[in-house]
């Protein structure tokens, strides 16, 4: 079965960059999304289609996807950022999700 | 605005069937650019995609393939609702389910999914011995 893999934990402090990336085989040939998961909370959507973002997502984040790795940067991460992020894509028509990045904000 | 909400006990025995219904407020699941769909979240751990379905294609369905002998998802348009049924529960299956619409992107050779756009606020299941 497909895998998307995500590292545990990315730290980082207010106003700087956060870098999440998503790993898979041959992940370019996808569509990947993001979403972003508070505590307590249901997943939003923060990216679709590789880099687009819906109505409403700050335009700090941003996503990419080349090769075997996709990529959500989060630019002047600000506290409210302080998150669990998922990537996940299809294969086919199966869904996958990745592991999961827990974001700390400093 | 749409929204989703999930219902269903809360609670569940071992070997029985789990049943969520997810109500659909706000607009029609009868749009053809959409497919429902249902995730869970064991607590403490991540998102696991559980499956999708439509009444468009003739009723396709999309299953987990470690779920597929277990799990049906059908839709209700005289109820604007769609629902889980998973048989034969066990403690591995405690988990918060959340139900989702998934959008499509239409082409020339037809259709491909694209993202859980809206999602409801999950509910928490129990399986109990």
């Known amino acids: 079965s497909y895998e998307l893999t995500q590292s545990p934990s990315v730290s980082v402090f207010p106003g700087q960059t956060a870098s999440i990336t998503c790993s898979g085989d041959?992940?370019?040939?996808?569509?990947v999304c993001w979403y972003q998961q508070k505590p307590g909370q249901s997943p939003i959507l923060i990216i679709y289609?590789?880099?687009k973002r819906p109505s409403g997502i700050p335009e700090r984040f941003s996503g990419s996807n080349s090769g075997n790795t996709a990529s959500l940067t989060i630019s002047g991460t600000q506290p409210m950022d302080e998150a669990d992020y998922y990537c996940?894509?299809?294969?086919?028509?199966?869904?996958?999700f990745g592991t999961g990045t827990k974001v700390t904000v400093l | 605005q749409l929204q989703l909400q999930e219902s269903g006990p809360g609670l569940v025995k071992s070997s029985e069937t789990l049943s969520l219904t997810c109500t659909v407020s706000g607009g029609s699941i009868s749009s053809k650019n959409y497919f429902w769909g249902w995730i869970r979240q064991p607590p403490g751990k991540g998102l696991e995609w559980i499956g999708i379905g439509t009444i468009y294609y003739s009723g396709r369905t999309h299953y987990n393939p470690s779920l597929r002998s277990r799990v049906t998802i059908s839709v209700d348009t005289s109820k604007n609702q769609f629902s889980l049924k998973l048989t034969s529960v066990t403690a591995a299956d405690t988990a918060v389910y959340y139900c989702a619409r998934i959008s499509t992107v239409s082409d020339s050779s037809g259709y491909y999914l694209d993202a859980f756009d809206i999602w409801g606020r999950g509910t928490m299941v129990t399986v109990s011995a």
């Open positions: 289609q590789d880099t």
């Open positions: 996940q894509a299809w294969d086919g028509s199966t869904g996958v």
């Open positions: 041959k992940l370019r040939d996808k569509y």
